[in-house]
């Protein structure tokens, strides 16, 4: 089998961002018996270029959120871009 050289996320996405929504996986606030968790993620840097900081403040997140979600919060930690769009949590 032969890999492509480029990665084209756009031929998976859709398939998986479906189940994913199917399965409830970007809802927060399923059970209210559990106390939530809230990170509030700060803004990328003026220049837009990523480095290595990002990716080191990125993996904090994650095993906050992991954590917190170990510890039985209600935990949605949903990273995504500077496209402008918000999402409000509930």
Not at 50 to 65: N, S
Request: glycine residues 8%; proline residues 8%.
């Amino acid at each position: 089998m032969e890999i492509d050289k480029e990665f084209r996320p756009e031929a998976i996405e859709a398939r998986w961002c479906r189940e994913w929504e199917e399965q409830g996986l970007f809802v927060a606030g399923k059970d209210p018996s559990r106390a939530p968790f809230t990170m509030v993620i700060p803004p990328p840097n003026v220049t837009g270029n990523l480095h290595i900081g990002h990716v080191f403040e990125h993996t904090l997140h994650d095993v906050m959120a992991r954590f917190r979600r170990m510890q039985g919060h209600d935990v949605l930690w949903l990273p995504g871009d500077d496209g402008g769009q918000f999402v409000e949590l509930t």
